[in-house]
């Protein structure tokens, strides 16, 4: 059988919205690469959200930022940095909204004044009235708060991948997507608890597929033998383009649309069933 070039997105497809990665789609991962099979990482986190329990399966690569940054064996073949008169006005635009943001580059997460509060209220409740919220924060504390840098007092930093920003209801999405037309790809973002008209900003023109073409020239593989597995609509491009295109069935359904097929939910071991169905393992 040929060998196949996997891309594996990582929120909603790798890992739960609990941030855990399944027994089952770790053990998929590490049967099909002893296979002698390529999985590759292909997703929207920037390196520092690539923790230890996702990096410790074993991967040949991995793609970030949404297709920003490309690494082969450890080796950088591509990396794409936002210009820095775009990280002023966007970081000047958040702050005058009062939207809660952070910055994704490789050497860390770094917050603004009140995305702490923010994401503390919205994972583990109210810590200061709350005992339960105290006790979930001190037995329980989630990895991307653990990740994130706080107190930063200067944000215009010249090492930026993108930027996240969090819902505020008393600013439209379209308002925030208008403002950065023609600077930012402005898309939604794939973490739930974030909010629905939560989003992230990306250099434009750059996505997950455009990402797999450069990896694939550099690795010299084939178009043919991919095959791309994910759940948002920052994957659209990357199950379109690849040989075969999987959704998560707990996809949105516009991507399970341009999917050539669906497979089952991140908790019900849809990447196992997948790679098991394409004789990958």
Same mark, same amino acid.
């Given at each position: 059988m040929t060998k196949k070039i996997v891309f594996v997105d990582v929120d909603g497809t790798l890992v739960n919205d609990d941030g855990?990665?399944?027994?089952s789609a770790r053990e998929a991962i590490i049967k099909a690469?002893?296979?002698?099979?390529?999985v590759y990482l292909c997703t929207g986190r920037s390196k520092p959200e690539l923790y230890e329990s996702i990096l410790s399966i074993g991967f040949d690569g991995i793609i970030g930022a949404g297709g920003g940054y490309v690494e082969v064996d450890n080796q950088i073949i591509y990396h794409?940095?936002? *210009?820095?008169?775009?990280?002023?006005?966007?970081?000047? +635009? +958040?702050n005058k909204k009062e939207l809660d943001f952070y910055l994704e580059s490789n050497g860390g997460l770094f917050a603004s004044k009140n995305l702490e509060a923010h994401l503390n209220q919205l994972v583990y409740g109210d810590l200061e009235n709350d005992l339960k919220a105290r006790e979930k924060q001190k037995n329980n504390p989630h990895l991307f708060i653990e990740s994130l840098t706080f107190g930063e007092?200067?944000?215009?930093?010249?090492?930026?991948?993108?930027a996240c920003f969090l819902e505020n209801k008393a600013v439209p999405f379209e308002e925030i997507k208008n403002e950065f037309s023609g600077k930012f790809e402005v898309m939604h973002c794939t973490v739930p608890i974030f909010g629905d008209d939560s989003g992230e900003l990306m250099v434009p023109n750059i996505h997950k597929a455009t990402a797999i073409e450069l990896l694939l020239e550099h690795i010299g593989g084939n178009k043919e033998d991919t095959i791309g597995i994910g759940d948002?609509?920052?994957? *659209?491009?990357m199950l379109v383009f690849c040989?075969?295109?999987?959704?998560?069935?707990? *996809?949105?359904?516009?991507?399970?649309?341009? *999917?050539?097929?669906?497979?089952?939910?991140?908790?019900?071991?849809?990447? +196992?069933a997948s790679f098991q169905k394409h004789g990958l393992i």
């Open positions: 855990l990665v399944p027994e690469r002893n296979k002698g099979h390529q794409k940095k936002v *210009a820095d008169e775009d990280v002023i006005h966007m970081v000047d +635009f +958040f007092s200067n944000l215009y930093r010249t090492d930026v991948n993108k948002g609509m920052n994957d *659209a491009e040989e075969v295109g999987i959704a998560m069935g707990n *996809a949105k359904d516009d991507l399970k649309l341009l *999917a050539d097929e669906v497979t089952n939910s991140v908790n019900e071991d849809g990447l +196992f």
